[in-house]
């Protein structure tokens, strides 16, 4: 049986992660509890009260611990990563992997020298039914070739963030982190193994307080097999009932199809709705009970030593995408370029 533990519990996607691997038949051995946000570990320990807590060095010297789950302030992730390839284990990340150029050769260079894997859990891939079943659906040729994908991720900047959140060298930019998901769902959906950047622009436009934060983000991509339009942003209002109206379109020769991931506004209750047309017509899709593949997958990776649940390749793009984009994106203030 695989063995797991987490460290850096700074983003609620480690309960993805933990959940994920669980459900999928590994075993958890526990967590370090060093944090920059508290109340999070909190939760934590009421979610996983039989959970043991250790320290990170024992966590990184236990020999049965055959995967470390990581999503520390971003700008650490690619370290703790580093570290724990060197002690013999494989390594499940929370987007974004790196934050920097250097820190992608540094991962680089560790997968090649010690053979372990690196994988980033895009959740908005991942861990969302209607992306799931999009992915049958193209695989299939549902709507025929797919020539773009237009990715919203919009999130709610909400109350309590900690202040690394609000610092642009701890997360790396809003397309760094947050585009990260759209940037690998081009690739996916698309089918490209690499794409060219062609313009990208990042924004303050209500957050004069806090000079260098970003609150929108956009980037235009292309590839040999088709082009895409990422836009992210920290303006969810307060009323809507969740975190954001994230959204993909994925426009085919035959057909295109939408998701509505997180709610349908306005519309049928729920999450994970997916609409697709064709030739024959309008159908909707209520994706909700699609299992997820990812955990399962990355299990039988650990194990077998394959690249079912994600190509370190398209890792690594996906981090070079978003590091390339944010590089060069124009910035915005206040709608002035």
Same mark, same amino acid.
């Given at each position: 049986? !695989? ?8 983003? $609620?996607?480690?309960?993805?992660? +933990? ?9 958890? %051995? @526990? ?41 520390? *302030? ?6 703790? %990563? ?6 013999? &284990? ?15 050769? %540094?991962?680089?260079?560790? *997968? ?20 799931? !079943?999009? @992915?049958k659906? *193209?695989a299939?040729?549902?709507? $025929?070739? +797919? ?12 109350? @309590?963030?900690?202040? =690394? ?10 397309? !760094? ?11 996916? /959906?698309?089918g490209?193994e ?27 991509l ?7 339009? #990422?836009? *992210?942003? =920290?303006?969810?209002?307060? $009323?809507?009932?969740? =975190? ?17 991931k /997180?709610?349908? #506004?306005?519309?049928?209750?729920? &999450?994970?709705?997916?609409?697709? +047309? ?6 909707? #899709?209520?994706?909700?009970?699609e299992?997820?593949? /990812?955990?399962? &997958? ?11 649940a ?7 793009? !996906? ?9 060069s994106?124009? +910035? ?6």
């Open positions: 049986m !695989v063995r797991f533990a987490a460290v850096g519990i700074d983003h $609620g996607h480690i309960f993805e992660h +933990v959940n994920g691997l669980k459900a999928s038949g590994a075993q958890f %051995a @526990g967590f370090c509890p060093e944090s920059s946000i508290p109340g999070l570990v909190d939760a934590f320990r009421r979610t996983y009260p039989d959970a043991a807590e250790l320290e990170r060095d024992a966590i990184f010297a236990d020999d049965s611990i055959d995967v470390i789950c990581i999503a520390a *302030v971003p700008r650490d992730r690619a370290a703790l %990563a580093i570290q724990a390839m060197d002690a013999g &284990k494989d390594v499940m990340v929370d987007k974004p992997g790196v934050t920097t150029f250097e820190q992608l050769e %540094a991962v680089e260079a560790t *997968v090649a020298r010690t053979g372990r894997i690196f994988s980033i859990c895009f959740s908005e891939r991942f861990c969302v039914p209607s992306a799931v !079943v999009a @992915g659906l *193209v299939d040729g549902a709507i $025929g070739r +797919v020539v773009q994908t237009i990715g919203t991720g919009p999130h709610r900047r909400g109350t @309590g963030r900690p202040e =690394w959140f609000f610092d642009p060298d701890a997360f790396g930019g809003i397309i !760094v982190d947050i585009a990260s998901h759209q940037i690998d769902q081009f690739l996916f /959906y698309t490209s690499t794409a060219r950047v062609l313009a990208s622009t990042v924004g303050n436009f209500a957050h004069p307080q806090i000079p260098r934060f970003q609150d929108f983000g956009d980037v235009l292309a590839s040999d097999k088709g082009a895409g339009y #990422i836009r *992210v942003d =920290w303006f969810t209002p307060e $009323g809507l009932p969740t =975190w954001g109206d994230g959204r993909l379109t994925i426009l085919g020769t035959e057909g295109y199809i939408e998701l509505r /997180y709610i349908d #506004i306005a519309g049928r209750p729920g &999450k994970d709705h997916l609409f697709i +047309v064709d030739s024959e017509g309008i159908r909707h #899709i209520d994706c909700g009970d299992p997820l593949e /990812y955990f399962d &997958k990355f299990l039988a990776d650990v194990r077998d030593r394959t690249e079912t994600m190509t370190q390749r398209h890792a690594f793009e !996906v981090c070079r995408l978003s590091l390339e984009a944010q590089a994106a124009t +910035v915005l203030t206040n709608g002035e370029r």
